[in-house]
């Protein structure tokens, strides 16, 4: 498989992770809109912690309405907030599944 077919094949998660983005950024983080951008049980990595696994939607929703509304205004003010997004990479785990990551 060529890297377009790769790429075609998992296009809808880069949309899906383009679509988080704005949303985080617009700061509209709530049950109704994370259903379409998460399914649950779902897992992330950060520098602080290697894997963060969150079993239910709920628990997606409130662990990025902290990081939105608590962490960050904590470490930038809020009206210079962005998000900077340098490279994204990805690795397909399954049919259905693909690893996105980014470096800021």
Do not use: H, W
């Not at 383009?18 to 259903?35: A, E, H, R």
């Not at 998460?38 to 969150?54: D, E, H, M, Q, R």
């Not at 009206?79 to 990805?90: I, M, P, S, Y």
């Amino acid at each position: 498989m060529d890297n377009n077919s790769i790429y075609s094949k998992y296009e809808n998660a880069f949309q899906t992770f383009f679509d988080y983005i704005q949303t985080f950024l617009s700061n509209k983080i709530d049950g109704q809109v994370f259903s379409d951008l998460f399914s649950a049980p779902f897992s992330i990595s950060t520098i602080n912690n290697p894997v963060i696994n969150l079993v239910t939607l709920d628990e997606v929703v409130g662990f990025y309405q902290t990081v939105r509304n608590t962490v960050y205004p904590k470490i930038c003010q809020p009206e210079t907030f962005f998000f900077r997004l340098n490279k994204l990479a990805f690795t397909p785990l399954s049919d259905s599944t693909v690893c996105l990551v980014y470096n800021s």
